[in-house]
């Protein structure tokens, strides 16, 4: 019989055993063993962190723009919890350009400061409003968008509408075009201010 590797040899009358056993059964490599399990429940931790934060940031935005509460307030609540469930239904929640790895602390400086510049905007337009020149200047314009994903574009183009004098008309080729009521507002969308806080919502991906 051949075998490969080193053939025995003879000592004193008598074949060394293991080393032939170890040519002709070598021994097999040595394998680690993993966690069975630890890769998925990994996967469903993130889906369920992404699917807390879309329920979240879903409700505070129909909150916000509704205005209602008692009865409505718990349809609302009923409406995302269903959002949701149809996202993770679909398998979109982690797969998607989602960018809620979202902070708390950071989704509630943005709108602060997005309050902040509502309320700034709709006296602006108030005061144009009241001005009997009527002194407004319309515009088109398109500003670039620097966020990653369609999610972080959304927003940038929604928190545009949400500022009175500014709406979004279109978003595509990564840049949104904006109708804005004076050459001012238009100017201030083109400094990028807006732009870089909803990329900075993002965060570090």
């Given at each position: 019989m051949r075998v490969r590797?080193?053939?025995?040899?003879?000592?004193?009358?008598?074949?060394?055993?293991?080393?032939?056993?170890?040519?002709?059964y070598p021994p097999q490599a040595q394998t680690v063993a993993t966690p069975v399990g630890h890769g998925t429940f990994h996967r469903w931790e993130n889906a369920l962190g992404h699917a807390i934060n879309l329920g979240?940031?879903?409700?505070?935005?129909?909150?916000?723009?509704?205005?209602?509460?008692?009865?409505?307030?718990?349809?609302?609540?009923?409406?995302?919890?269903?959002?949701?469930?149809?996202?993770?239904?679909?398998?979109?929640?982690?797969?998607e350009a989602y960018p809620l790895d979202l902070r708390v602390h950071a989704v509630l400086l943005y709108w602060a400061w997005l309050v902040r510049e509502?309320?700034?905007?709709?006296?602006?337009v108030t005061r144009l409003i009241l001005d009997p020149k009527l002194p407004i200047t319309p515009t088109i314009t398109r500003v670039k968008t620097s966020?990653?994903?369609?999610?972080?574009?959304?927003?940038?183009?929604?928190?545009?509408?949400?500022?009175?004098?500014?709406?979004?008309?279109?978003?595509?080729?990564?840049?949104?075009?904006?109708?804005?009521?004076t050459r001012e507002?238009?100017?201030?969308?083109?400094?990028?201010?807006?732009?870089?806080?909803?990329?900075?919502?993002?965060g570090d991906r």
């Open positions: 590797g080193r053939v025995p040899t003879r000592r004193n009358g008598r074949y060394h055993i293991a080393a032939a056993a170890h040519a002709i979240l940031v879903s409700f505070a935005l129909w909150l916000l723009l509704s205005g209602h509460g008692g009865i409505l307030l718990l349809a609302g609540v009923i409406s995302c919890i269903f959002v949701v469930w149809i996202a993770l239904r679909m398998d979109v929640v982690d797969h509502i309320i700034v905007a709709n006296l602006r966020q990653r994903g369609v999610f972080g574009q959304v927003t940038y183009a929604n928190s545009i509408t949400l500022t009175p004098g500014t709406v979004s008309i279109d978003l595509s080729d990564g840049e949104i075009e904006v109708h804005a009521l507002a238009a100017a201030e969308l083109e400094t990028g201010e807006m732009d870089r806080r909803v990329t900075r919502l993002e």
